[in-house]
């Protein structure tokens, strides 16, 4: 085989290669990774970039990118000197794929959404940029999705209580799970623990819709709703205002409340799974627990339910009923 053909040819096969990997990686939200495993200097150049996310602007990142690009340049091989025109073809497809992967990963740095706090054991409070505040429940998370002077976003996971300025040409937006919460001006509390979202209006206007906005209500003061794994939304209703301000004062309080439910509450309080079987799990209770502990708060649950629970392991605690 012709020398030329040679190395035209092992260059198309590690710029496919490569694009292959790129693409895989990308569907799979582990692009550094990939990138970094490949053993290719290209590939672990960008996989810094990957990693880096948004801690620098996109501006300066490109900027680094283009004079990595030059400098491989200059170290390549003169490939004008070889006369093959197959490897003209490949040189061209080679920095066409190193454009498309170095665009790639700007746009995935630029889009990723930016962690504003997290919680850990305990709550804490949240002064945002516009004056708004955020009250985060231990093991929460606001991330910032996108901000514009008519429009900010968010994204919540876990609960919080959200006391939102009022700016009449400024737009408010909690993503929480599968469902969006719009606002102008009011104070709200939303979460998403238990794969259900729930959102509950103290003052104000709220708009409450699901993700995919095929379906949304307005809530009035001192109403709530929510909307359940499958998708189903729950039509608006009057609520006790305790019941949703409870965990802030440090005690959950359930009116007729499933235990499945007040299970899913303590495992979003203190970071572990608490798992029920359906026959206890269905069973509408109410009372108050404390939430000092983990133990105590279990302890007071299987006196509710009649109970006990026990510890099996990496987080998981199951009621034994007796």
Do not use: C
């Amino acid at each position: 085989m012709d020398p030329d053909e040679n190395i035209a040819e092992g260059g198309g096969d590690r710029d496919a290669r490569l694009a292959r990997i790129v693409g895989d990686a990308l569907d799979r939200g582990e692009l550094g990774e990939a990138l970094k495993a490949t053993g290719d200097p290209l590939g672990v150049l960008l996989s810094g970039y990957a990693e880096r996310r948004t801690a620098e602007g996109t501006s300066e990142a490109w900027t680094e990118i283009r004079d990595k690009i030059a400098e491989s340049r200059r170290r390549r091989p003169a490939l004008r000197l070889v006369t093959s025109r197959r490897i003209w073809w490949a040189a061209a497809a080679s920095v066409a794929i190193f454009a498309l992967i170095s665009t790639a990963v700007l746009l995935r740095i630029a889009d990723d959404p930016k962690l504003v706090a997290a919680t850990d054991a305990g709550p804490r409070e949240v002064a945002l940029p516009d004056g708004s505040t955020v009250l985060l429940r231990a093991h929460s998370e606001l991330h910032e999705i996108s901000k514009s002077d008519a429009r900010v976003e968010y994204r919540l996971i876990g609960e919080g209580v959200f006391r939102v300025a009022k700016l009449p040409s400024r737009t408010f937006v909690v993503d929480a799970n599968q469902a969006r919460i719009e606002v102008l001006g009011t104070t709200f509390v939303a979460s998403t623990w238990g794969g259900t979202s729930r959102v509950f209006l103290e003052e104000g206007r709220v708009r409450f819709s699901a993700g995919d906005g095929s379906e949304s209500v307005e809530l009035a003061p001192g109403e709530s709703s929510a909307l359940s794994k499958d998708g189903h939304m729950i039509a608006p209703l009057a609520s006790n205002r305790d019941a949703y301000f409870d965990w802030t004062e440090n005690r959950l309080v359930f009116d007729n409340q499933l235990a499945s439910q007040v299970a899913d509450e303590l495992s979003q309080q203190f970071d572990v799974q608490i798992v029920i079987p359906r026959q206890s799990g269905d069973v509408a209770i109410t009372g108050e627990i404390g939430l000092d502990s983990l133990n105590e708060s279990l302890e007071s649950l299987g006196l509710v339910l009649g109970g006990s629970f026990r510890d099996v392991g990496d987080g998981v605690f199951e009621y034994v009923s007796k």
